[in-house]
Nanobody
């Protein structure tokens, strides 16, 4: 089992920045692909970004490329999402997610769902 806890959400004006964190506990963090999903009201949950176990491989949704940066610190069992140039359409609940690298990877991040989820953190971008 992997437990995931997000933090860092909040209210920000358009053009501003936020940094989300996801603290993981449980099994070997460094063997897990980690990712961020988001779900806006009335919309499906979508993968925003994912990062492989070593940090060398990443995935970004087209809508956030060049604005969001995913990273991880395996020594601290923590993953981050730096969000810059935020837009009102980025408003959503953001979920941390994870699965073993043999089950889920950045190559399949946009097509498959991982098995472990956090509770979510609200991000609201005002215009």
């Amino acid at each position: 089992q992997v437990q995931l806890v997000e933090s860092g959400g909040g209210l920000v004006q358009a053009g501003g920045s936020l940094r989300l964190s996801c603290a993981a506990s449980g099994r070997t963090f460094s063997r897990y692909t980690m990712g961020w999903f988001r779900q806006a009201p009335g919309k499906e949950r979508e993968c925003v970004a994912a990062i492989g176990w070593s940090g060398a491989s990443t995935y970004y949704a087209d809508s956030v490329k060049d604005r969001f940066t995913i990273s991880r610190d395996n020594a601290k069992n923590t993953m981050y999402l730096q969000m810059n140039s935020l837009k009102p359409e980025d408003t959503a609940i953001y979920y941390c997610a994870a699965d073993h690298f043999l089950t889920w990877s950045p190559l399949t991040a946009g097509r498959r769902m991982p098995g472990y989820w956090g509770q979510g953190t609200q991000v609201t971008v005002s215009s």
